[in-house]
C-alpha cells in the first residue's frame, strides 16, 4: 500500500467539506491525529491489498505469499479478526469478479482523478473493475463503530467519477451501469448500490462542484451534522456549539394537546392523586424523539471537548475552572508474573490462588478463530438468545422489535 497522499478535498473527507465548506480551510492546517483504530485499519488495508493482489493481479508462489503476509501479521496493531474480514473481502471481489460476462480488467490501489469538478481533487480506491458495459467501485471499511451505507456515499461517487475519467481513453463512453460496494465486515458486512454515469454527471453538475468551488474558495459556509464527527475542529467549532444548544423554544405546537393532559391527568387522580393548577407544557413524543437525537450528538461533543482540553491543559494551555490530575493508577509484578509468582509459591502461597481459570465467551473464541475457522468446528455448539429491546435511531437497518413475536418465541420455547 503506497504512502497515503491527502488532498484538501480529499474523497475521504467529501461527506464533511460537502456538507460544511467553509471547514476545508478552516482545518487545512490543523495536524493530523491518529489512533490505534487508524493504523490496524491501515493494515487491514494491506492484508487485503496483498490477498486481492495475488489472486487477481501478481499471483506469487505460496511461501512467498505466506512470507509475506506474516511479515504483515507480526505488526503491532494486528489482530486474528482481520483475517477473516479481510477473506470476506476477497470474496466479495471474486464475487463481482464473476458477474461480469467477460473477465473484467481489474485494478487495486488506483488514485483517481477527479478534478474536473473538485479543484485539485483525488483519491486512492481500494478496486476497480471495468469492462462489459459495467464498473464497480469497492472500498474496504475496517471500522465497527461507524456503518457506512454505499447509496449516494459521496466518497464512492467520487472514486466512480474518477475511475470512468480515468479508463475513457480505454473504454470511451461505453460504460453504462455503476456498481457500487462497500464491504465492512466488522459492521455489517457488504452494502452495494447501483446507479448510472448520468445519475453521477447530475449529481456532480448540480451540487458537488458547486459545493468543492465554496470550499475551495473558503467560503465561511458552516453547518453541523453527522459529519463533524471526523472533522479536526469539532471540539472547538462555534457551529457546533451553537447546533448543541439551539433548541427549539417549547411551544404549543410540541406540548401535549390539553385533551392528553386531561386523560393523563384523569388517570392520576382516580389512584388518590391530585392535580392543581393549569396543565404544564409536556413533551410530545415528537418532540421527545427530537430531543434524544440531540443528546447522542451533546454526548459526542462532550467527549470531544473532554479530549481537547486534557490535551491543551497538558499542553501548557490552561482551560478556564479545570485542570489535569494523576488517573487513578495499577500495580503490575516486578519482572512479569511468572518470576512473581516463583517466589511467592516459594514462600507457601498456593498455586491455585494465583491463577485463575474461566470459560471463554463464543464472540472471544469467534474473534481469537476468525469467522471461517469457527463456523468450521463450532457449528451446532452454540446458540443465541435475543437481545433486551434497546432504543436506536430510525435509521438503524435492524427491524422493528415486535413484541408479541418476542412473546410467541417464549412460549413456543
Known sequence: MPPEKHALLGASSAHRWLNCPGSARLTENMPDTTSPYAEAGRLAHEIAELKARNYFIDPMPKRSFNTKLKKLTENEHYDKSMDGATDEYLEHLKVRAMSYPIAPTVALEVQVDFSDIVPEGFGTADCIMIGSGRLDVVDYKNGSGVVVETEGNPQMMLYAWGALRYFRPIFGDSIETVHMSIVQPNAGGVREWETTPDTLLDWAEQ???????????????????????????????????KAMFDVEPLSATNAMPASEWETAASKFTSGGGSVQGTPPPLLTDDKIGDILTRAKDVAAWLKDLEDYALKATLEGHPIAGWKAVEGRGSREWNGGSDAAFEQLQSRGVDEAMLYERKPVSVAALEKALGKKAFAETAGGLWTKTPGKPTLVPESDRRPPYNPAEYMFKEVDS
Open 207 to 241: 451540487w458537488a462542484w458547486q459545493q468543492a468551488k465554496k470550499a475551495w474558495d473558503g467560503a465561511q459556509e458552516f453547518h453541523a451534522g453527522d459529519w463533524c464527527k471526523f472533522c479536526k475542529a469539532k471540539a472547538t467549532c462555534t457551529e457546533r456549539a
